[in-house]
C-alpha cells in the first residue's frame, strides 16, 4: 500500500527525477514511521492511516511543482545573467579586435556607426539593469506568492532578452557597416603571413630617409637645419602601384624614437602598411598597438643610438621642433611587396632603395601626420 | 490562517533542535496541545521551500531502522527570521484585542 502510495507520487513528481526521490524517500521514511507508532495491531489499517494523513500525493505534487518551478526561474535569471556578462565580454572584444586591426572609417560611415553604437550600448546596458532588477525581485521575495513572484520575474527576463535583442541587432548593423574593412583585413592576412616568414636579412637605413605617405601620394620631406639631410626626390614615383595590384605590404625595418635609439630590427617583421583600393592608401596594421611594440623593445637589449645614428639625428632636429612630445615614433620603409590580381608577387625593394630607402612617418594614432610645411609630424 | 503561518510554526518547531520531517509534525502536535492537525505532507514542502530559502539546512543520515532519513535545521537566517516573525506574531494579539475591545455591541444610530 505504501508503495502504491510512493509510486503515485513519484509519478506526479516526474518533471524532477532527482526531487522526486529525495522525496519518495522522505515520505516513505515518514509513512514508515507512522505505522510504526500506530498503536493498532492491525498493520494494514495502520498503513492506510498514515496514509490519509499524510495527504493526496496529486496535491502534495503540485506543492513540489510550484518550489521547483521557483527554483528553475531562479536559474533562468543566472543564466540571463551570464547571458549579459558574455555578450558584454564579445562586445568588449570586437571593439578591441576593431582598435588592434585599424579598422579605419569614412566620417560619414562613422556617423552611422555612432548613432547605431549608441543604440547598441543604451539597449545593452538597459538589458543589464533589468537583468539585475529580475535577479533583485527574485531575491528580495515582495511578492505576494511564489507564482506571481515568478510571473513578474519573467516579465522583467523578457524585457531584458527583448532589449538584448536590440543590442545583438545593433551589434550585427555595426559589424556590417565595417564589412568593407574586413574584407581588407581578410584580404591582409595571406601577405602578412608571409611576411611573418622573413626575415630581414641586412638593415640599411638611409640617412634622412623620412617621408611621407598621405591620401597615397608620396611627398618629400623637407630637413631644415639638417646638413646631413639633402633634398631627396618624391617618393610617389616608388610608392604608387601598378592598377593591377591587389594588396600591398610595405615592410618596415626601423623604429625610431625621438628621445632614444631603439632596435629596429626588432620591428622588422612585426609592423606591416597595406597599399591596395583604387586610391593606392596606405593602410597600417598593428599601429594601434605600437605601445606593446614599445614595451617589447624596451624589454629588450637594443642597440643604443649610436648604431643608427644617422636616421637618429635626422629625426632628432624634427622632433625637436615637434609641438608634440618625443615619444612618438618613425618608421622606415624595408621594401613593398604586392600581389597582383594574377597572383604575382613583387618586391619594390630596388625602387625604393633607389629612392633613398625611403621611410614612412606615421604618429602613433596609426595615421600620417603631415604639418603646413609638408613636414612630417611626429 | 493556519496555512499563512506555516513557515513560522516549522521554524519555531526546529527551534528546539535538528529534526526529521516526522519528528517535526510531532513536535507541532505537541507544542500545540494537538490544536494543529494539518495533512502531514503538507510538511515537507515548506522544508523543502524554507531550505532553498536558506532558513534552513539539512542533511541525509541513518536511522536506527537502517531507512535515510532527512534531518533538518535552522540555518542563523533561519533563527534571526524565526525571531522576527514572532516579535510580530506578539503585536498581533494585542492589535485585534484593541480592535475587539473597541467593538463592543452598540445601538443603532438615531
Known amino acids: 500500500m505504501i ?21 519518495r524517500v522522505e515520505i516513505e521514511d515518514h509513512l514508515r514511521e507512522g505505522t510504526a507508532a500506530d498503536p493498532s495491531p492491525d498493520r494494514r489499517g495502520a498503513e492506510k492511516r498514515a496514509i490519509a494523513a ?28 551570464l547571458g ?49 532588477a529580475g535577479a533583485a525581485y527574485l531575491g528580495g521575495g515582495r511578492a505576494p506568492t511564489p507564482l506571481a513572484r515568478t510571473r513578474r520575474f519573467r516579465l522583467l ?12 541587432i545593433s551589434d550585427g548593423v555595426l559589424t556590417s557597416i565595417r564589412r568593407r574593412v574586413r574584407a581588407i583585413l581578410s584580404r591582409l592576412l595571406d601577405p602578412v603571413r608571409n611576411i611573418l616568414h622573413r626575415r630581414a636579412d641586412r ?71 597595406s597599399i591596395g583600393g583604387e586610391k593606392r592608401r596606405v593602410r597600417c596594421l598593428k599601429i ?34 615637434s609641438t608634440l612630445p618625443c615619444s612618438k615614433y618613425l618608421l622606415v620603409i624595408k621594401d613593398v611587396i604586392t600581389i597582383h590580381r594574377s597572383n604575382a608577387i613583387q618586391r619594390f625593394s630596388p625602387e625604393l632603395n633607389r629612392a633613398g630607402g625611403r621611410g614612412i612617418c606615421l604618429r602613433s594614432d596609426g595615421r600620417t601626420g603631415v604639418g603646413s610645411d609638408g613636414n612630417c609630424l611626429l | 490562517m493556519l496555512k499563512g503561518h506555516l513557515d513560522m510554526i516549522v521554524l519555531a518547531a526546529l527551534s528546539s533542535g535538528p529534526a526529521h520531517g516526522y519528528a517535526v509534525i510531532e513536535e507541532i502536535r505537541r507544542k500545540s496541545g494537538q490544536a494543529f492537525d494539518l495533512p502531514e505532507g503538507t510538511i515537507y514542502p ?65
Request: charged share 20%.
Open chain 1, 288 to 321: 594601434a598597438n605600437i605601445n606593446l611594440l614599445l614595451k617589447f623593445l624596451r624589454a629588450r637589449r637594443c642597440p643604443g643610438p649610436s648604431d643608427i645614428r644617422e636616421v637618429h639625428a635626422c629625426y632628432t632636429l624634427r622632433c625637436a621642433r
Open chain 1, 3 to 23: 508503495s502504491d502510495y510512493l509510486d503515485r507520487l513519484g509519478g506526479a513528481l516526474s518533471f524532477d527525477r532527482a526531487l522526486a526521490h529525495r522525496v
Open chain 2, 46 to 110: 515548506v522544508l523543502h521551500r524554507l531550505e532553498q530559502a536558506g532558513l534552513l539546512s539539512s542533511r541525509w543520515v541513518t536511522a536506527d531502522t537502517g531507512r535515510r532519513r532527512r534531518i533538518y535545521a535552522l540555518t542563523r537566517r533561519g533563527a534571526r527570521a524565526l525571531i522576527e516573525r514572532r516579535a510580530v506574531w506578539q503585536r498581533f494579539p494585542e492589535a485585534i484585542g484593541g480592535l475587539l475591545a473597541d467593538a463592543g455591541p452598540r445601538g443603532s444610530p438615531a
Open chain 1, 157 to 168: 527576463c523578457a524585457a531584458a532578452t527583448a532589449a538584448l535583442t536590440v543590442s545583438v
Open chain 1, 84 to 132: 549579459i556578462v558574455g555578450v558584454l565580454i564579445a562586445m568588449k572584444a570586437r571593439v578591441a579586435w576593431y582598435a588592434l586591426m585599424q579598422c579605419a572609417m569614412s566620417d560619414d560611415v562613422r556617423s552611422v556607426a555612432a548613432f547605431v553604437g549608441s543604440i547598441d550600448a543604451g539597449a545593452f546596458w538597459a538589458s543589464l539593469v533589468l537583468g539585475i
Open chain 1, 54 to 81: 499524510c495527504g493526496d500525493p496529486r496535491a502534495l505534487a503540485a506543492e513540489f511543482a510550484v518550489i521547483a518551478l521557483a527554483k528553475r526561474t531562479r536559474r533562468l535569471g543566472v543564466g540571463v545573467f
Open chain 1, 203 to 273: 638593415y640599411d637605413p638611409r640617412p634622412c630617409a623620412a617621408s611621407d605617405v598621405h591620401g597615397g601620394v608620396a611627398k618629400n620631406v623637407r630637413r631644415r637645419g639638417s646638413v646631413s639631410c639633402p633634398p631627396r626626390a618624391p617618393l610617389a614615383s616608388t610608392v604608387l602601384l601598378p592598377r593591377d595590384v591587389a594588396v600591398g605590404v610595405v615592410r618596415l625595418i626601423s623604429f625610431q624614437m625621438c628621445s632614444s635609439g631603439l632596435c629596429p630590427e626588432a620591428v622588422t617583421e612585426a609592423l606591416a602598411c
